[in-house]
């Protein structure tokens, strides 16, 4: 490193020693639980950082001699990680990409296959968006959003929702009703702002670690889609709105969660899965996925979402 660079880190003791070597060192330390210190923020360096190690851990690593190529490809698919890469009308520029570089270096570089176009025009938002810790929410989703304020469990709150999430929500409802089951709504659409609230909240509350393995870190929670809900059911005439309270439903839930697909909702944080989620199982945590058939396709493959954009890319 250039000797006077300025250098962003977080609180690691190792990085202590650098401001006696001439740099300039701008920290935040997450173990007080700061994710920007003014000018100093470290998020978006540590998604890339994940976001690399991931895609080199599945070649199981790769020669010395090709590792700057390879990172120019991790690179190149960070910085157009909003654009759906893989439909088929993007895979020319992407091949031609991949040409140049073949040429240019005379290193394989990894192909890509095509994959099934599940993708929506005009307004719609994408409703295959993936938003995880590795994926930050773009700037630009929530222009494409249609949020309407709908009524949740809590008599003097409201939450906001995409529309055609929410009408599917209505079916879900009404379709639980019939069946005995009343569900209301506890959360869903999330700005930011508001994630960083909810963040220092349980942090108060139950603590830094349980607060880190349930809240997303602000800009990668799915709620910033407004195609996710947090459902609550009632029983016995009470809203069990404790994540506590619902974990000792599941017989419930499992009645509920069948019912998801036909509505085009999935169940999003599996057992089982919570390395590849980063999340822990969640039975009231719903995604609407835009149709029926992709919510069934996705249901039946038993996989979530990561899995299945990643075998249909
Ligand atoms: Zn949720």
Known sequence: MLEGSTIHSD??????????????LYRVFHSENEFARRKCHVNGIENVQTLFAWSFAKFNGCDSDK????????????????????????????????TILIFAFGFFVVGCESTKNY?????????????NKMHPI????????DLVTVDTVYDDETAEIEKATYEAYL???????????????????RSVEYQEQIMLDFTEKYGEEYARNTVAVPGTSEHHTGLAIDIVPKVNGEWKWENE?????????SRIHKELPNHGFILRLLKGKEKITGYSYEPWHIRYVGSVEVAQEITDSGLVLEEYLEEFK
Do not use: T
């Open 11 to 24: 609180g690691w003791k190792a990085y202590d020693g650098l401001i006696l070597n001439g740099y300039d």
């Open 67 to 98: 590792f700057v190529i390879h990172l120019m490809e991790c690179e190149w698919r960070y910085n157009h990680r909003n654009k759906d890469l893989y439909k088929k009308e993007k895979m020319k520029k992407l091949k031609a990409f991949s």
């Open 119 to 131: 993708g929506y025009k005009g307004k719609h938002p994408d409703y295959l968006v993936l938003v």
């Open 138 to 145: 773009s700037v630009d989703y929530a222009k494409s959003l």
């Open 171 to 189: 079916s879900l409802q009404s379709a639980l009703e019939k069946q005995g089951i009343e569900i209301g709504i506890d959360s869903a659409y």
């Open 245 to 253: 309270d619902m974990m000792q439903l599941p017989e419930l839930f």
